[in-house]
């Protein structure tokens, strides 16, 4: 929550005042969809699963808004591991917190949005195994920026306000990953980042 207050304050001071209207508003929102993770490593282990998301948004007038909101995504799978670690099982957490900027074009009720936004990721990873009849674990934990892109379709429909949106999520920080020699090192071939598409619901 401190971090969807802080980027509010922080779109309130980067926009002018003259393209803020009087009608402006605060709202909040609520959504959920389908996330795919990119890069082979984390696709064979975790594949896709489901994303949500919330947080609360600025309307300075009918064409432009904002939102600071913080998505979470999770899965638990099974890492391909040397043949002497026995019960391999890892679990992720991916929670990318973002302040983006959305433009609305089109004729209302039915219109289009396309957005851009920057924030943190903070990834948590944790490895469960077994090796020489020992259970161990290890979890890890990272912090970097973060930034999205996408667009989408709006839709108002009474006191409600629809949104089928689809993102590109990305951070410039690595995955750690258990190597051949049963450690966690910082992986170095892909940059994390996840495909996403679902809904997302604003009063109006």
């Known amino acids: 929550m401190k971090i969807v207050l ?9 926009v002018p005042p003259e ?54 995504f999770s899965r638990s799978g ?6 002497f670690v026995d019960v391999p099982s890892n679990e ?10 959305e433009h609305v074009v089109g ?17 948590q990873e944790q490895f469960e195994y077994e090796l020489i009849g020992v259970d161990r674990s290890v979890r890890v934990q990272t912090t970097h920026p973060a930034w999205s892109l996408g667009a989408g379709y ?7 306000a629809y949104r089928l949106v689809g993102r590109w999520m990305a951070s410039s920080g690595h995955r750690q990953t258990i190597r051949g020699n049963v450690k966690t090192e910082r992986g170095d071939r892909m940059t ?13």
């Open 92 to 101: 992720l957490r991916w929670i990318p917190a973002t302040l983006r900027v």
């Open 19 to 72: 393209n803020v209207a009087a009608e402006s508003r605060i709202f909040p929102v609520v959504g959920a969809g389908w996330a795919a993770p990119r890069g082979a490593e984390v696709e064979s282990t975790y594949g896709s699963g489901p994303l949500f998301g919330g947080g609360l948004g600025i309307e300075w007038n009918t064409k432009w808004s904002a939102q600071a909101r913080i998505d979470w």
């Open 6 to 14: 802080a980027c509010l304050a922080l779109a309130f001071v980067l």
């Open 192 to 204: 994390t980042s996840l495909w996403t598409f679902g809904l997302e619901i604003t009063p109006k």
């Open 78 to 83: 099974r890492p391909i591991a040397p043949s």
């Open 154 to 160: 709006l839709a108002h429909r009474g006191s409600v």
């Open 107 to 123: 004729q209302y009720p039915d219109q289009f949005l396309f957005l851009a936004g920057a924030g943190v990721w903070i990834g």
